[in-house]
T-cell receptor
């Protein structure tokens, strides 16, 4: 089955610095990946997604990198702001099912 | 953008009672809705997949008789926690897939905090 994990449970960065959150997945058949942001007491909020036929995708202040060789993806947040403080989850979907499997989450704290 | 609502946002109930949680897609039709459970400082765990007009598909380890799911319309799915116990206290989140949109995209609701005394 699919398992998705994150390398670090917590991450603290200075305001204005760049943040990098990592995620590893195990199923090489996973074809679609999403990063979500979850603030305390709220539902997940879509940040950015990437398909397995791409290795990089950019959004506003965020970039997702996918390395299928080592089954790893990362979320880069540029110029991290206090409002970026939240838990970030990666999720992966395998080709045979449409359900998403979520990683364990990384708590990002932005320091003033 | 697509909006998913949940009601109630929080509920406190006594042990042994049943609680119903609603998940609505407000501006789109959802043929498929998903129910997740999230314990404090943990990830989202898929409980079941709900397809409009058919029986829900439950994940391994999720009791279908305890967590009743009904998806009677294209905009509404309900999760009923029957005979709730303190260990059922959790954050329940639904998501919905837009019938007309990208099949990959799931829109999440704001969650329902259930506390069983």
């Amino acid at each position: 089955g699919e398992s998705v994990g994150l390398h670090l449970p917590t991450l603290s960065v200075q305001e204005g610095d760049n943040s990098i959150i990592n995620c590893a997945y195990s199923n090489s058949a996973s074809d679609y990946f999403i990063w979500y942001k979850q603030e305390s007491g709220k539902g997940p909020q879509f940040i950015i997604d990437i398909r397995s036929n791409m290795d990089k995708r950019q959004g506003q202040r965020v970039t997702v990198l996918l390395n299928k060789t080592v089954k790893h993806l990362s979320l880069q947040i540029a110029a991290t702001q206090p409002g970026d403080s939240a838990v970030y989850f990666c999720a992966a979907r395998s080709g045979s099912a449409r359900q998403l499997t979520f990683g364990s989450g990384t708590q990002l704290t932005v320091l003033p | 953008g697509a909006v998913v609502s949940q009601h109630p946002s929080w509920v406190i109930c006594k042990s042994g009672t049943s609680v119903k949680i609603e998940c609505r897609s407000l501006d789109f039709q959802a043929t498929t809705m998903f129910w997740y459970r999230q314990f404090p400082k943990q990830s989202l765990m898929l409980m079941a997949t709900s397809n409009e007009g058919s029986k829900a598909t439950y994940e391994q380890g999720v009791e279908k008789d305890k967590f009743l799911i009904n998806h009677a319309s294209l905009t509404l799915s309900t999760l009923t926690v029957t005979s709730a116990h303190p260990e059922d206290s959790s954050f329940y989140i639904c998501s919905a897939r837009d019938r007309a949109g990208r099949a990959d995209t799931q829109y999440f609701g704001p969650g329902t905090r259930l506390t069983v005394l």
